[in-house]
C-alpha cells in the first residue's frame, strides 16, 4: 500500500521517516572512596596514676633527676596505646638523652650569667638605659633559645617515634627557624596584634615542610590566613572589650574587696595574691574568648597536610579546646597538680578523637630516612616549656 499525505498507510501502519535515534552515554561509575583511619586511644586511667605516683617519688628520691627517665616512661606508655590502622605507635627515646640535654643548657645559662655579671661590673651603669639595654638582651635571648627548643623539640620526637617500624626525621636549622620566627613574631605588636594568625601558620609552615615520614616527605603549601581571620578578629575585640571591663573592676572592685582582708592580716602577701587572680582569671576569660578561632585554626591547617597521597583530617571543636585550655589547667592548678595524669588521658582521648588520616598508608612502600637523628634530648624545651608531655 502507498501512503497517503500524511504518511499514514490505509492500513493504518506509519511509513514516515524514523526519528533519529540519540546516543546515551554510559554513567561513569563511582570514584572509589579514599580509606580513612581513626587515631585510636585506649589508654587506662588507673595506669596513668600508677606510672605518676611512682615518677613522683622516685623523682623526690633523687633530688629531680630521675624527672627525665620517668618523663620517657610515660611518654612511651602513652605512645603505645595510640594505633592507627591497628598497629601502634613506639617511643624510642632515652632518659639519658633527655638528661644530657637539661645538662648542656644548665652550662649555657651559666655562662650567659658569668658573661651578664662581668659586663654589668666592668662598664659603668650609671644610667637607666645601659641597663635597660642588659635586659632587653637578656629577654631577647630567652626568646631566641625558647624558639630554638621548639624546633629542637620537635625534631628529637619525629626521630624518637616509630610505627610499623617507620621513623619520621626533620632537616633544617634550628637557628635559623629562631631567627625567622623573631623577625616574623615582631610583626604581631607593630601590626596591633593582627598579625598573629599569618606568623602562626608561616612559621608552622616553616617546620611542617621540613619533616618526613620515612623517605616521603610531608607538604603543607597555600594555607591562607585570609580563611580565619574574621574568626580571629572577632576574639580579638571580645579580648579587648575583656581588658577595658577587666581593668575597671580589677581597679575598684576586686581592691575594695581585699582591703579588709589587707587590714586583717596586715598586708602580707595579699597584693601579690590578688595580681595571681587577677592574672588566672583573665588569661581563663581571654581562652574562652579564643577557643572558636583556635578550633578554626587547627581544622583550617589539617586541609593543607599532605604526605605523598595521605591527607590529614582535624576536626576539633570550640568546647574541646575550652576543656583542654581553661578546665584542665584550673583543675591541676587547684589540686596542685594531683589531677595531672586525668588531665593527660583526656587531652590524650581528644587529640585522638579530632584527628583522622585519609588515603592509602602502604608502609611496605616507604623507605628509613637518611638522616641522623637528634643526639641530645629536650633539655632546651624542658627549661622553656615543659608541656604536657
Known sequence: MSPDADGQASD??????????????????????????????????????????????????????????????????????????????????RGGEMFKGFLMILAGLAVW????????????FNDYVSRAALALGTVLLIFFLAFVAQFSAQRYRLTRTR???IGGSMRGSALIYALKAMALMALVPISLFQARPFVSLRLLEHRLNRVSIGDRPVSFVGCKAGK??????????????????????????????????ANLFFGLGLEALVGVVSYVVFSCASTLLMAGFWARYWNHVGSYVHCGKVTLDIHSTRGMFIKHRVV?????LFSFGLVYPWALHRVTRFFAQS?????????EQLGQSNLTGAAIGEGLLNAFDPGFI
Not at 23 to 46: H, N, T
Not at 243 to 258: D, H, M, P
Open 113 to 124: 650569667g658569668v658573661v651578664s655579671t662581668v659586663i654589668e661590673f666592668s662598664i659603668e
Open 355 to 363: 584527628v583522622t588520616v585519609t588515603g592509602e598508608l602502604a608502609p
Open 12 to 93: 493504518g501502519q506509519w511509513y514516515g521517516e524514523l526519528a533519529p535515534t540519540v546516543a546515551i552515554s554510559p554513567v561513569p561509575p563511582p570514584l572509589p572512596l579514599l580509606p580513612r583511619y581513626e587515631l585510636v586511644y585506649d589508654g587506662r586511667l588507673r595506669t596513668l596514676y600508677q606510672l605518676f605516683f611512682r615518677n613522683l617519688l622516685l623523682t623526690f628520691a633523687t633530688c629531680g633527676v630521675y624527672y627525665f627517665w620517668g618523663k620517657v616512661r610515660l611518654r612511651q606508655y602513652l605512645w603505645s596505646r595510640l594505633s592507627v590502622d591497628g598497629y601502634r605507635f613506639e617511643f624510642r627515646g
Open 163 to 165: 610505627w610499623r617500624g
Open 328 to 332: 584542665h589547667f584550673l583543675a591541676i
Open 228 to 261: 580565619i581571620y574574621g574568626r580571629y578578629l572577632l576574639g580579638c575585640f571580645g579580648v579587648v572589650l575583656l581588658t577595658i571591663l577587666f581593668g575597671i573592676v580589677a581597679s575598684v572592685v576586686i581592691r575594695q574587696a581585699f582591703s579588709w582582708l
